[in-house]
Structures are given as structure tokens and as C-alpha cells.
Antibody
Framework: EEQLVESGGGLVQPGGSLRLSCAAS????????MIWVRQAPGKGLEWVANVKEDGSDKYYVDSVKGRFTISRDNAKNSLYLQMNSLRAEDTAVYYC??????????WGKGTTVTVSS | QSALTQPPSASGSPGQSVTISCTGT?????????VSWYQQDPGKAPKLMIY???KRPSGVPDRFSGSKSGNTASLTVSGLQAEDEADYYC??????????FGTGTRVTVL
């Protein structure tokens, strides 16, 4: 079964940092673009970032540019999101997902990030 | 990177049809045939229902259909069932490897 499992969420103070991880199983990560999507409490989905199969190209939503970094380790079948200078508005459930030709076909269950003092 | 516009809610009785609109711009929905739709139950991860405007993944009932005209895409659920009650989100490719989601629509089965 193809699966994505996120970890690393938690409570962090404004201005702090957090690193999310996503472990893939049941498929070979290096064959796919990968995406992070977030959902603030009671709000809609928001594309955050994506990364090419080999990690050479990365793209971000404007609101996280310069603060978040998406990366991957294909040897470990893992995806990451390094989040720095966190703000209250970054509070959300963060989903790791697999991109296949412009749509998301596999989603993780999500990990919750809360930015609060 | 503005969100696509969806109605906040839609409803129908069992057996009826409901159609959800998703309005974007000529830079996203209007330019690319890469509109997808996702169903999300409360507290759960989204599930792909439609991709490339009108294609259904295996396992998705044919009661779900998608279309597009100009800058607006639509999802129609025919023969509504109680299990279709959920939040629905559209998404579109917006060029330069970026994506935009819709504001979301809660479908209620009366």
C-alpha cells in the first residue's frame, strides 16, 4: 500500500523553527514530484511548496518564500519541510502529498503545527 | 496566487444532483486543463475525486463528474448519497510549477 506519514509537528513560539518529515512507503519516492499542502484551522487547503524528483527545482507560495525550505532524501524515501521564522498564521495541519502530473493522488494524514506564545 | 472562488455551501436531497462551481482566472483555470477536485471528511486527509477537469480515478463512482468552461470549472454529484456529505475543494495548476486551491464548498445531504 502506498503511504505517506508525516511527523515533526508541535507547538512552537513565534519566530521559532520546526522541521517536518514525511516518510514514504509502498512506492519509490525518487520517481515523483512531492508537495506540502497546509490547512489552517477551519480554513481551506493551501499549496505550500513542491520539489522535483531529484530535488533540483523547488517552488513556494509567496507567503513562505525565504522562510521555508522543502527538501528530500530519496535514499531514505523521505521528504522534509524546514520552517523558520514561524508566524501565528503558519498554524495549520501540514500534509505531505505525491504530485502526479498536476494533481495530488496520494496524501498523508497530516501533522499539526501550532505557532503560539 | 489568489484562491479560486467556490460557493461556501451546497445542498440537495438524496437522489438529487448538486453542482459546485470553481472560478479562477485566465492564468489558472482558464489556461490549463489541470483542474482537480478533492473530497475531505472532517479531520481527514483530502481524497482525489476528479483530475484533468473530467477524469475519474479508479474507485470513484461515476456519479461524480467534472467540466470546465472558460475560467470556471464545475463538479457535479448526481444521485446524491448520504456518504457524499463532505467538503469539496477544487485545485488548478497556475503555471511555473505552482498550484492554487479553491475556497472550499461544504455539501450537505438534506
Amino acid at each position: 500500500e502506498e503511504q505517506l506519514v508525516e511527523s515533526g509537528g508541535g507547538l512552537v513560539q513565534p519566530g521559532g523553527s520546526l522541521r517536518l518529515s514525511c516518510a514514504a512507503s509502498g512506492f519509490t519516492l525518487r520517481n515523483y514530484w512531492m508537495i506540502w499542502v497546509r490547512q489552517a484551522p477551519g480554513k481551506g487547503l493551501e499549496w505550500v511548496a513542491n520539489v522535483k524528483e531529484d530535488g533540483s527545482d523547488k517552488y513556494y507560495v509567496d507567503s513562505v518564500k525565504g522562510r521555508f525550505t522543502i527538501s528530500r532524501d530519496n535514499a531514505k524515501n523521505s521528504l522534509y519541510l524546514q520552517m523558520n521564522s514561524l508566524r501565528a498564521e503558519d498554524t495549520a495541519v501540514y500534509y505531505c502529498a505525491r504530485d502526479f502530473s498536476y494533481y495530488i493522488e496520494v496524501w498523508g494524514k497530516g501533522t499539526t503545527v501550532t505557532v503560539s506564545s | 496566487q489568489s484562491a479560486l472562488t467556490q460557493p461556501p455551501s451546497a445542498s440537495g436531497s438524496p437522489g438529487q444532483s448538486v453542482t459546485i462551481s470553481c472560478t479562477g482566472t485566465s492564468s489558472d483555470v482558464g489556461r490549463y486543463n489541470y483542474v482537480s477536485w478533492y473530497q475531505q471528511d472532517p479531520g481527514k486527509a483530502p481524497k482525489l475525486m476528479i483530475y484533468e477537469v473530467s477524469k475519474r480515478p479508479s474507485g470513484v463512482p461515476d456519479r461524480f463528474s467534472g467540466s470546465k468552461s472558460g475560467n470556471t470549472a464545475s463538479l457535479t454529484v448526481s444521485g446524491l448519497q448520504a456518504e457524499d456529505e463532505a467538503d469539496y475543494y477544487c485545485s488548478s495548476y497556475a503555471g511555473s510549477h505552482t498550484y492554487v486551491f479553491g475556497t472550499g464548498t461544504r455539501v450537505t445531504v438534506l
